[in-house]
């Protein structure tokens, strides 16, 4: 089968290579229908995460189920469905509590309490290197889907690929960023980046009723495509002095009452920003969280959705303390609310697909990749069909 093949930083190429095999009951092997290419898995394409080994990319997919498990309950062949980005088994600790990300079996290998840089990682995610489980992805013609119960959800009819792809991952990240804060109606939003992720934040600020939604980001095209699609404020990033000052002067000097990271440790930065990094051996900046707290209102909260896999020194941690405020980060739980979102597109509350700027075949993976890369010729999402 063709397969998108993580080689080495920067090199991605649509490969042949052998076809998933059923390894326990509980598995299924899906025919991959639709797939995309994720800001996360641009870590890994950058070097800014580690893969030591060939691995089949992308944990955005669905399709439809080719094979069953003889534990296999809950679906049957012929099934059309969309699948959470994390594995999860559906029957530990973590996952009782609606912690899928958090699952005790999914990554046997690297699993642990700590939560350390290359030791004790939380659960298992589709191609998102052996840290985390070591799972081929989705990226491909055909994938195997571990406890195939648990997290693949059947898809209506009446939706098409499009429209229900982005619940694997995407839409689940920013509703999660703005479902933390338990707005209650009328809250200012202030969400950094409009890429897929933060699109989607602030798509899941409007349905909660937020009163007021900013969008920050280094590139104009991004910030009109959000503006138009969603009607929010939007404001370039020149530096973030200038940016908190916007969002305070649009907030009654008080600043945001809920930030959202949608970018995570490999902003665009200049090169003083790149030295301070050399200097204090650290990989990345913590500088978009560093804004968010700046321009989140006394007693506010800032939710982390950006990817950060390494430890900073100079964290703002006096600025918390006296700010008084409060902080979540992490993976989305999907598998606790994706039926809710899957409701919400099913009604048409919310749109998923508009986003898409590029529609590829896997063939021509490398070139999404480099598109997606370097933002160029317009890109914020790019997917691939692996049949065309």
Known sequence: MKAAVFHSPGKITCDTVDDPKLKAPTDIILKVTSTAICGSDLHMYSGGIPQPRPMVMGHEFMGVVEEIGTEVRNLKVGDRVVVPFPVACGSCYFCNHDLPGACEHSNEENYGPEGGIMTEKGGGMFG?????????????????????????????????????????????????????????????????????????????????????????????????????????????????????????????????????????????????????AVVHFEKGSIKVVEACLSAVRRGGKVSIMGVYPYNYDNFKLGQIFDKGLRIQAGQSPVHAIIDELLGYVASGKVVLDDIITHRLSLDEVAKGYELFDKKEDGCVKVVLDPWK
Request: aromatic share 10%; glycine share 12%; net charge negative.
């Open 128 to 276: 998102y290197t052996d840290l985390y489980g070591g799972y081929d992805g989705g990226q491909t013609q055909y994938v195997r889907v571990p406890y195939g119960d648990f997290g693949p959800r059947v898809v209506p009819h009446h939706l098409s690929d499009e429209q229900a792809l982005f619940l694997t991952d995407i839409f689940p990240t920013g509703y999660t960023g703005v479902m933390w804060a338990d707005l209650k109606g009328g809250e200012s939003v202030a969400i950094f980046g409009a890429g897929p992720v933060g699109s989607m934040a602030a798509k899941s600020a409007i349905l909660k009723n937020a009163g007021k939604v900013i969008v920050i980001d280094t590139l104009q095209y991004r910030l009109d495509q959000i503006k138009k699609l969603t009607g929010c404020e939007t404001i370039l990033w020149k530096d973030a002095k200038d940016v908190v000052e916007q969002i305070r002067s649009l907030t009654e000097g008080r600043g945001a009452d809920l930030c959202i990271d949608a970018v995570g440790f490999e902003p665009e930065r200049n090169i003083i920003d790149k030295a301070k």
